[in-house]
């Protein structure tokens, strides 16, 4: 399956994401200048840390990236419904469009889609079956990126030794040192503390395999269908089975086949 761009008209979704890339640029470029780099120069740290602090930075906006500009999984205007799975799909009643079960048809973005999750402004974008696994690795990524970033924050604070040279150009950086490191700290407390409980939530719902629409409607009921293997719900979301790559955000989803049994019961 090749990687679809969506784009979403809506003011308040960019002021939202403009706010995620603005604390992702904070922390990508002052944390490195304040602390890594001066830090790692003079023997400090070492630089598996430096490598783990971008790997983790570059991880996290590009899943941000891709989980805001991926088509979530939108019903074309005229889908192909094979005749096996007619009883699989279900008339919208606000864009009158055949859609699968379990789709969703999204009030911001005009459209259905499949296995909606929900819109997160904060992507600009809706949550769907062929982003959800990007939102899932965005949640990962940030609460690792900050977590280091609070670390790195506490240890400069409390543990790393002064800086025994401070070059001309990087005067006003030190000069106002603790400010810079109050905000960082400040913005690290609140991305981590918010995304680990959407990420809590997230997960849970695709352990259960349901979704956060279904949760708030009621619409399952747990008794009424069987429940899978995680490693099964987790390999459909991700689109493979092999579990390193639930890691990597740089590659292409495939969908999985689920089998009759539990396609029955959606």
């Known amino acids: 399956m090749g990687f679809r761009v969506h784009f979403v008209v809506d003011p308040m979704g960019w002021c939202c994401i403009s706010m995620v890339f603005f604390v992702w640029i904070y922390n990508s470029f002052f944390i490195p200048k304040l602390i890594l780099f001066p830090h790692y120069e ?8 430096l490598i783990g602090y971008y790997v983790a930075s ?19 205007q005229d889908p192909h419904i094979p005749l096996t799975e007619k009883e699989l799909w279900e008339l919208c009643n606000k864009c009158n469009m055949m859609r ?28 769907g ?18 977590l280091l970033t609070l670390a790195l924050d506490f240890c ?3 543990y790393f030794e002064p800086l025994a040279r401070v070059q001309e150009q990087e005067l006003f950086v ?15 407390i609140i991305m981590f ?38 490693q099964q719900t987790l390999a459909e979301v991700f689109g493979t089975r092999w579990k390193i790559l639930w890691f990597v955000p740089f590659r292409k ?6 089998s009759h049994h539990f396609a029955s019961h959606v």
């Open 42 to 49: 003079e023997g400090h740290i070492s630089a598996a840390l």
């Open 58 to 76: 570059v991880c996290c906006v590009t899943s941000l990236i891709r989980a805001s500009v991926a088509d979530p999984g939108r019903i074309p």
């Open 100 to 127: 699968p079960k379990r789709s969703h048809h999204c009030s911001r973005c005009g459209h259905c889609v499949r296995r909606m999750d929900h819109h997160c402004p904060w992507i600009n974008n809706c949550v």
């Open 129 to 146: 079956e062929d982003n959800h696994w990007l939102f899932l690795q965005l949640c990962f990524y940030t609460q690792v990126l900050s």
């Open 156 to 158: 400069q604070y409390y």
């Open 174 to 188: 030190f000069k106002h040192e603790l400010a810079f490191l109050r905000i960082s700290t400040f913005m690290g």
């Open 193 to 230: 503390g918010g995304m680990s409980g959407l990420f809590y939530t997230q997960l849970t719902g695709v352990l259960s395999d349901t979704t956060t629409i279904e949760k708030m409607s009621h619409y399952f009921d747990d008794t009424s269908k069987p429940r899978k293997p995680w």
């Open 253 to 258: 989803r495939q969908p999985l086949r689920v």
